[in-house]
């Protein structure tokens, strides 16, 4: 396939563009490497054909992945991670649920469990005013003591989606259902196909960072080649209009 010098800097162009936008993507997850409960995305790119010849990529779909992170251990009895599939849900100030696999929870104000960001936890009970201490079970049961007993005074469920590499993200570690995605199924944590509840723990992200900083070298790499095969083009058109000038 013969190529004028205009569609070669038009597919340079559109590579180097394209590349950005993967750095951009690549250089998200590096920096979210620490942040509880986030999982990583790629960029997906597709050609352009354009009168049976090749027209360069545009971005076509971000792709999120949900592996499971790594669990490390903390001293506060309401930051809770998930083992196996499943979402916390929380409910968001404009009145729609929102997912997440970050378990950092609290107490608010008015005893209620909120995320990290604030929100609500959605969850069946509440937490009793005379409570002084709080433990949440492997099956989502909310244990609160009260004097020298326990007693359970709720329930925490767990949400899936038929795809959730489909989820809507919202920001904030936060996911939206979508058509994509399909709707939320709740269910009793550590019953069949949903994880189960670990107290005392938050999941790690799920960044491979080796596989991460491998990207990014190899798309600086891609960048700093298409950009040469740019300038020298860009130079070949300009000694072409001056010839023929």
């Known amino acids: 396939m013969t190529f004028t010098l205009t569609q070669i800097l038009n597919v340079t162009r559109s590579g180097m563009l394209t590349q950005l936008l993967d750095l951009d993507v690549v250089s998200n997850n590096l920096a979210n490497v620490n942040t509880i409960g986030y999982k990583s995305s790629r960029a997906n790119f597709q050609e352009l054909l354009n009168a049976r010849q090749y027209g360069g990529v545009q971005l076509s779909s971000t792709q999120n992945f949900m592996q499971q992170g790594s669990l490390s251990e903390t001293s506060n009895a309401l930051d809770l991670a998930i083992q196996g599939p499943g979402f916390f849900a929380v409910s968001l100030p404009d009145g729609r649920t929102a997912y997440t696999r970050d378990g950092r929870f609290g107490l608010g104000p008015d005893l209620q469990i909120v995320s990290a960001n604030g929100y609500p936890l959605v969850w069946d009970g509440q937490i009793p005013q005379d409570a002084v201490a709080v433990h949440i079970n492997p099956d989502g049961t909310v244990m609160a003591q009260q004097g020298d007993t326990w007693n359970q005074v709720g329930t925490i469920q767990l949400n899936r989606f038929p795809n959730p590499n489909g989820l809507q993200n919202f920001g904030q570690n936060l996911w939206l259902a979508s058509d994509v995605s399909g709707a939320a199924e709740a269910g009793a944590p550590a019953s069949e196909n949903f994880g189960q509840i670990v107290g005392n723990a938050v999941e790690q992200s799920n960044v491979d960072m080796a596989s991460e900083m491998t990207q990014m070298i ?21 000694e072409a209009i001056h010839i023929r000038a």
């Not at 190899?218 to 300009?238: A, P, V, Y």
């Open 218 to 238: 190899s798309l600086q790499r891609s960048f700093e080649l298409s950009l040469r095969t740019f300038q020298q083009t860009d130079q070949m058109l300009g």
